[in-house]
């Protein structure tokens, strides 16, 4: 899809560029970004690697402009969650020189002053790095929370404080440091280091911007952004929850099976759990079999997502459910490879998540009044998992080693308990919250009027 002249041949139509870090959980919050734009009247060109590359047919009113990306398959591959970083780091390197090409051709092509602007994810640094050299003024999207944000900027501090790296002394458990607790980021080693370079960057492509938009809403993190905005000196563009602007589920990787949808309907309100951990997150082989007895003990109907991969060792046609499960819960559950989630936790059957706790999951979860039962895998998981219960308190997290009877008593807790209706009665009002902010007037209508303006005035 290099040539869309129809689409974007109206010289005076202002460009936004964009470019998404290509993985589920942060090509979503790009691509329904890109939904809002183009609804204001902008054109959009989207810069994508091949890793995990969009599907140009399902966005014919978008242009897109493949970038190299040194990568040697086309297709998804499955990459275990400790060595994401390092391929972060690996494709943003790679994609830095075909990037200048590309951009500066770009540029050439669209009548002069028509780019407003590039909106990039604020991992990829280097492509922030050549749009500005090219003179082109950026935007940082973070696909996280506010908080999370807030975490990344502070981590010199922390670091200067001594709470990283983790040596100080666990008093509790002496001799242990609390390095020795973490298996994953210990700040000594490769992976540590890699660790404490993407969170740098991260940092540094914000403030190398003209602004910073977040996948957010004033009445959920309305502290933390006024935190920001004092911090950071820069416009803060609060416009989440991004997918009740934009068109729903129009860029998934995997398929979407719609049949879990149908099969909801046959609930009463409330009664179903569904159960998910993104896109990136594995468990290991006890996990899935503890998990799987656990829910099959709770009684409880769910949907579950089981992609494929997702048990840590598994070979390509091993089963992923233990044996008998299927057996055990027929009628009562179904199993898909990928659902379509929003739409499954809109569905008034849904009344809870078993979440990774990603932010968009966690999002999308508040939206529909879902409260959740976290079971953070790492990055900013385990943060969101601690808002959710202590924040904003419409969920809990399971913690600690995960066995079949503390499974089914936190699923229990969740879906039939008091204490669980009562965080769904919270999740309920946090729902009419994000309703008001989305809606005319509201806090993240009005961040996306004043990014739309933002993007009409830039380099004018
Ligand atoms: C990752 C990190 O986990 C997350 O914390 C970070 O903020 C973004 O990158 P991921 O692990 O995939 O993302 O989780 P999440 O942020 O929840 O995003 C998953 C997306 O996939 C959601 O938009 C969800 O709707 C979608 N999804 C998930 C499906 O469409 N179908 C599914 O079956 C499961």
């Not at 370079?197 to 959920?220: M, P, Y």
């Not at 969920?395 to 600690?400: M, P, Q, R």
Request: aromatic fraction near 8%; glycine fraction near 8%.
């Amino acid at each position: 899809g290099e040539s869309s002249d129809a689409v974007n041949g109206d010289p005076r139509r202002r460009h936004v560029l964009l470019f998404p870090l290509p993985y589920q959980g942060h090509i979503n919050p790009m691509f329904r970004l890109a939904g809002v734009l183009h609804s204001r009247g902008f054109a959009i060109t989207i810069f994508h690697t091949h890793f995990n590359a969009p599907d140009p047919s399902r966005h014919p009113e978008y242009r897109f402009v493949p970038v190299a990306d040194g990568m040697s398959s086309a297709t998804t591959v499955p990459v275990a969650i400790e060595d994401v970083v390092a391929q972060i780091l690996a494709l943003t390197a790679a994609c830095e020189a075909p990037f200048r090409d590309r951009l500066a051709a770009v540029l050439d092509e669209y009548s002069k002053d028509a780019v407003a602007c590039l909106i990039a994810d604020a991992h990829l640094l280097p492509i922030f790095t050549v749009a500005t050299s090219l003179a082109v003024p950026t935007l940082a999207l973070r696909t996280g929370s506010a908080t999370c944000c807030a975490c990344f900027l502070a981590y010199p501090m922390l670091f200067e404080k001594g709470y990283l790296p983790r040596d100080m002394p666990v008093k509790e458990l002496p001799p242990y440091r609390v390095r020795d607790l973490i298996i994953l980021g210990d700040d000594e080693d490769e992976r540590g280091g890699q660790a404490r370079e993407l969170v740098a960057r991260a940092v540094a492509s914000v403030k190398v911007s003209s602004g910073l938009i977040l996948n957010t809403f004033d009445a959920l993190e309305r502290h933390e952004l006024e935190g920001l905005r004092r911090d950071l000196a820069m416009p803060v563009f609060d416009v989440g929850p991004l997918h009740k602007f934009a068109p729903a589920g129009d860029s998934s990787l995997l398929r979407q099976d719609r049949s879990c949808l149908e099969w909801v309907d046959t609930w009463p309100p409330a009664s179903v759990l569904y159960v998910s951990f993104g896109s990136v997150a594995c468990i290991t082989r006890r996990e899935m079999e503890e998990t799987a007895w656990g829910i099959a003990g709770s009684g409880v109907p769910f949907i579950w997502v089981v992609r494929p991969g997702m048990v840590r060792g598994s070979t390509p046609n091993q089963q992923e459910l233990p044996e008998g499960f299927e057996a055990a819960t027929r009628g009562r559950g179904v199993v898909v490879a990928w659902a379509p989630q929003e739409e499954v936790l809109r569905h008034r059957g849904v009344g809870g998540f078993w979440t990774h706790s990603g932010w968009n999951s966690t999002m999308e979860s508040i939206c529909e009044g879902v409260p959740m039962l976290c079971r953070p895998n790492f990055g900013d998981q385990m943060g969101n998992a601690r808002y959710v219960e202590h924040v904003w308190k419409v969920g809990f997290e399971v913690d600690g080693e995960l066995d079949r009877g503390n499974v089914e008593a936190a699923v229990r807790r969740l879906m039939t308990d008091k204490d669980g209706a009562e965080m769904r009665a919270r999740a309920g009002e946090l729902k009419k919250a994000a309703a008001e902010c989305t809606g005319k007037g509201g806090s993240s209508s009005v961040a996306i009027d004043k990014l739309s303006r933002f993007g009409s005035h830039a380099r004018n």
